[in-house]
């Protein structure tokens, strides 16, 4: 038991030197390949750790590998550009002014959903309120608002079209048929639902279309009776 105690303090000790070594940026917003370099240290810590039969020595020098790899990686990431973009990546512009990219959300293997979740967090709640958005290299979101976009946020929208599909749930919260969003559609010429990238609809009558491969639409439609949610 004394001898795991021991192995395990000196492991931590090596994995605080090290981890402070690779600098700030490791234990904050980190790059593809630093995650890898991270999780790689991790768990060749843990085998020497558990087991004592293997020498301790043989972790150590695992993790000192991984450092200096590392180092070498964030050297070319640094120093040479097109070295950057191979091993970081780019950022991926996803909302510029004709609406969402949908080339570049299949791209990071995203949806319209996930999106629209990340626009959320940020603190945006309509697809029109923000001029440019996009995913930076290490999975963190940014987006540019308009600038009288809180007058634009009154009401919650909701997803009626994901990709050229009604969301039940959400038509059911409308309490709007779907033959009402149907002849929207056929209003704004879309000819088939299956061509809708996205449709949004808020409490106040608000909606954002856009079809596939096509600019986006934002325009108010009076609800029956006077609806609104």
């Avoid at 009154?154 to 059911?172: C, F, M």
């Amino acid at each position: 038991m004394t001898l795991v105690i021991i192995r395990t303090a000196i492991i931590f000790v090596t994995l605080l030197v090290i981890m402070r070594l690779m600098g700030k940026r490791q234990i904050g917003e980190m790059q593809p390949f630093e995650l890898v370099i991270t999780l790689l240290i991790a768990e060749l810590a843990c085998i020497p750790m558990a087991d004592t039969s293997i020498p301790l020595l043989y972790g150590i020098i695992s993790v000192l590998t991984i450092y200096v790899l590392h180092e070498i990686m964030t050297l070319l990431d640094l120093k040479l550009k097109p070295m950057k973009s191979l091993i970081s990546g780019k950022p991926s512009l996803v909302i510029n002014k004709n609406g969402i990219d949908d080339y570049q959300l299949k791209k990071n293997n995203l949806d319209v959903s996930d999106l629209i979740e990340s626009l959320r967090t940020a603190g945006f709640f309509s697809l029109d309120c923000v001029d440019y958005a996009l995913y930076e290299s290490n999975g963190t979101f940014s987006a540019l608002p308009k600038k009288n976009y809180e007058e634009m946020q009154t009401s919650l929208p909701l997803v009626i079209i994901d990709n050229g599909t009604y969301d039940a749930k959400n038509l059911e919260l409308t309490g709007l048929g779907k033959e009402f969003f149907d002849d929207i559609l056929r209003a704004h010429g879309v000819k088939k639902v299956g061509r809708v990238l996205v449709l949004t609809a808020d409490g106040e009558g608000k909606m954002y279309l856009q079809q596939k491969g096509q600019k986006f639409e934002a325009f108010t439609v009076p609800y029956p009776d006077g609806k609104t949610w």
